[in-house]
């Protein structure tokens, strides 16, 4: 089961690979995360039974990949991780499926506070289009997943602020707050 709690405001760093909870921690509960767009769900990847192809279909999900991400996998790992923690949003939502690994993605609440959402193998979660976010690994330093995507694949990062974007515009409608 997914966990997501209030964080730290940190930067870029060896701290960004800890699970930096408030004192005292602040949970926050899938209805939470629904709130503010994001979906949550627990597949079992190494049976796939049919909740994961309904899910698939339901959502118009119709090409995917695998990345395996490991400091042995990249030559430039230490930077590309710099990227992914940039935070930035897509026009398309975000779908991984963590296979194996872990790892963290970060987001904002309705009033700019981070989220750290921490995924593990069996997560499934959505970061919908035009919600700004970053991602890192955990202290493990790895992760496999599997990206999902409407179509071909676009995987463009809009560096924040994006506000302009008709995606940040239509996402901030769709929880209740004007762009």
């Given at each position: ?28 509960s899938?209805?939470e ?6 979906k949550?769900w ?7 039974n ?9 959502f118009?999900y ?5 990345v ?18 940039t ?5 398309d ?16 609440n ?5 989220i ?7 997560d ?5 289009a ?7 690994l955990d202290?493990?330093?790895?992760i ?24 940040r ?10 762009a």
């Amino acid at each position: 089961m997914v966990q997501a709690w209030y964080m730290e405001d940190i930067s870029d760093g060896e701290e960004k690979q800890l699970p930096n909870k408030l004192q005292p921690n602040q949970d926050v509960s899938l209805s939470e995360l629904d709130e503010i767009g994001v979906k949550y769900w627990e597949i079992d990847v190494d049976s796939y039974n049919g909740e994961f192809e309904s899910l698939k279909q339901k959502f118009g999900y119709t090409y995917d990949d695998t990345v395996d991400i490991h400091p042995s996998r990249f030559p430039n790992f230490d930077n590309m991780l710099k990227t992914f923690f940039t935070e930035h949003l897509h026009t398309d939502d975000e779908v991984r499926l963590v296979l194996n690994g872990s790892g963290y993605f970060d987001i904002r609440n309705k009033n700019d506070k981070w989220i750290r959402i921490y995924v593990e193998k069996k997560d499934l979660i959505v970061l919908p289009a035009g919600l700004y976010h970053r991602f890192t690994l955990d202290s493990k330093k790895y992760i496999k997943a599997m990206r999902l995507f409407k179509g071909v694949p676009i995987w463009t990062p809009h560096v924040r602020p994006s506000d302009d974007l008709e995606c940040r515009k239509q996402y901030l409608k769709s929880i209740g707050l004007e762009a």
